[in-house]
């Protein structure tokens, strides 16, 4: 500092004063402990920063997973290889038979064997006119006076519904 | 202060601050500089331990004095040092390494500071500090009435330091409490030593105006 930058007495009293309490200041803030504990970081990052990046083993298990066993490994092929076969044999007998005469072919097949075992069964895939003749019914009592009964709780429920 | 940098880290070290007797830090550095360019990274880790030990407090006090936060003070040195480790080969021997060092510690204490900018959180004025119990204060057999004109002129130090623009404040605190030369200060901010000579009259004038106000 040359004579031009040197501060009056005043001026230097007030400098010595405001650089010793910034000192003390920092020091209370860090005391031996804290000083070491900010070397061992340091040095915790400049160990850190010289090792290649670690790569995250997924799924998180403990153990890394193992190949399968050599016979389970056979089992699975198999099953799925008989699997797709089964599914290709069906596909192509659907195929060569037509909709409905598989249904009349299973229909009756089905109500024989409910009969046969006293229970009342509805065959699912056959639908017989008195069938749709039911569900055309329904249909129109739905649409018409039971709709009209229904239509005043839809709008209350629509009123209550949460924005 | 945030978003503009004081500190020209790309310029040359123009006032080379030869030391005519290296300082210790200077020698560690360069012993550090060998055991890495030696591939000995773990001797050279813990050399630079030593290197840490010898630094840090004025690390510290020098970071604290931007940041005003103990956090972030540990956090720039932290990232001085680490930085320094790093770039190690790069430190030229002829050349000072606390300046070199200082260089690197203003720069990691503006990019804390810019950071924390970013994130809007409050930085902590000077007048915080009122609150300072005047024992901090060091004037340990003082008495009272000289320890009040201490903590007095501390306020009106610091309210006074708070006010400088950037470059002055860099400087002053640079100058006054890491006691840098004008020549050290110019090769740690890439400013010329006439540079750093007249922001520091002009920032030393006006403490001296507002301590002149205020007495």
């Known amino acids: ?26 020091d209370a803030h860090f ?59 069906t596909g192509q007998l659907l195929h060569v038979m037509p909709g409905d ?52 709780f839809d709008d209350m429920t629509f009123a209550y519904e949460p924005r | 202060m945030a978003g503009r940098s004081v500190v020209d880290a ?40 030593a290197l840490v030990a010898l630094l840090q407090r004025r690390a510290l006090r020098v970071a604290f004095q931007y940041l005003r936060n103990p956090d972030d003070a540990d956090e720039a040195v932290q990232d001085a040092f680490v930085k320094v480790f790093v770039h190690i080969e790069q430190y030229r021997e002829d050349l000072s390494f606390d300046v070199w060092f200082t260089r690197i ?3 990691a204490s503006l990019d804390r500071l ?23 204060v060091p004037a340990a057999e003082a008495s009272t009435e000289r320890r009040l004109l201490a903590r007095e002129r501390w306020e009106q130090v610091t309210r006074a330091v708070a006010n400088l623009p950037d470059r002055q404040r860099l400087v002053f605190t ?16 890439g400013m010329s030593a006439a540079t750093v000579r007249v922001h520091l009259f002009r920032a030393l004038r006006k403490l001296r105006g507002a301590l002149g106000e205020q007495a």
């Open chain 2, 174 to 189: 640079l100058s006054q409490v890491d006691q840098r030369t004008p020549a050290e200060i110019a090769a740690a901010t």
């Open chain 2, 114 to 136: 810019k950071a924390r900018n970013r994130q809007q959180r409050f930085i902590a004025q000077a007048s915080d500090d009122d609150e300072r119990p005047v024992e901090q």
């Open chain 2, 10 to 49: 790309g310029a040359p070290l123009r006032d080379k601050v030869a030391e005519a007797q290296p300082s210790p830090a200077s020698v560690i550095a360069a012993e550090i500089k060998g055991l890495v360019a030696r591939g000995e990274r773990d001797q050279a880790r813990e050399r630079f331990g």
């Open chain 2, 105 to 107: 510690l203003v720069n």
């Open chain 1, 31 to 89: 005391d031996e402990r804290a000083l070491e504990a900010q070397r061992q970081r340091i040095l915790q990052k400049l160990a850190q920063a010289g090792q290649p990046a670690r790569v995250l083993a997924f799924p998180g298990s403990a153990s890394p997973l193992r190949p399968a066993a050599g016979i389970s490994r056979r089992w699975i092929s198999a099953a799925a290889a008989a699997g797709l076969l089964v599914g290709l044999v």
């Open chain 1, 1 to 26: 500092m040359n004579r031009r930058d040197e501060p009056d007495p005043t001026l230097a009293d007030a400098l010595d004063a405001y650089r010793a309490a910034a000192w003390a200041e920092v």
């Open chain 1, 101 to 152: 005469a598989w249904v009349h072919r299973v229909a009756p097949r089905a109500a024989q064997s409910v009969s046969a075992g006293r229970m009342t069964l509805i065959p699912a895939v056959a639908t017989t006119d008195a069938d749709n003749a039911l569900l055309d019914a329904i249909d129109v009592a739905v649409t018409t006076r039971g709709a009209s009964d229904l239509r005043a």
